[in-house]
């Protein structure tokens, strides 16, 4: 059964950092691409970052450039969001999810969140 596992999240104040963690199990992580999602209230959920397999090529939603960097260890099936100077508006829960090979539009696997906020 394939499963990812969120954590990390917690309440942060402003300009603080986070590292998230999404622990997979189940399949094959280095084949797959992983994305990080986030949801904030009474929001969609937004596609935040990815990083592909083969070559690890990483994608970025613009909005988050510059203070977000993810990264993977597939030796310990690991895929992290390392989250700097954080704002109030980057609250919500942090979803990662999987897919095979490269990076898209759909998920196959998709971990329960982490909810993370910003706050004074």
């Known amino acids: 059964q394939s499963q990812l596992v969120e954590s990390g999240g917690g309440l942060v104040q402003p300009g603080g950092s986070l590292r998230l963690s999404c622990v997979t199990s189940?399949?094959?992580?280095?084949?797959?691409?992983v994305g990080w999602f986030r949801q904030a209230p009474g929001k969609e959920r937004e596609s935040l970052a990815c990083?592909?397999?083969?070559?690890?090529?990483?994608e970025y939603v613009d909005s988050v450039k510059g203070r977000f960097s993810i990264s993977r260890d597939n030796a310990k099936n690991t895929v992290y969001l390392q989250i700097n100077s954080l704002k109030p508006e980057d609250t919500g829960v942090y979803y990662c999810?999987?897919?095979?090979?490269?990076?898209?539009?759909?998920?196959?696997?998709w971990g329960q969140g982490t909810q993370v906020t910003v706050s004074s």
């Open positions: 999810a999987a897919r095979r090979s490269y990076c898209g539009d759909d998920y196959d696997y």
């Open positions: 189940g399949f094959d992580l280095s084949t797959s691409a």
């Open positions: 990083i592909a397999s083969f070559g690890g090529t990483i």
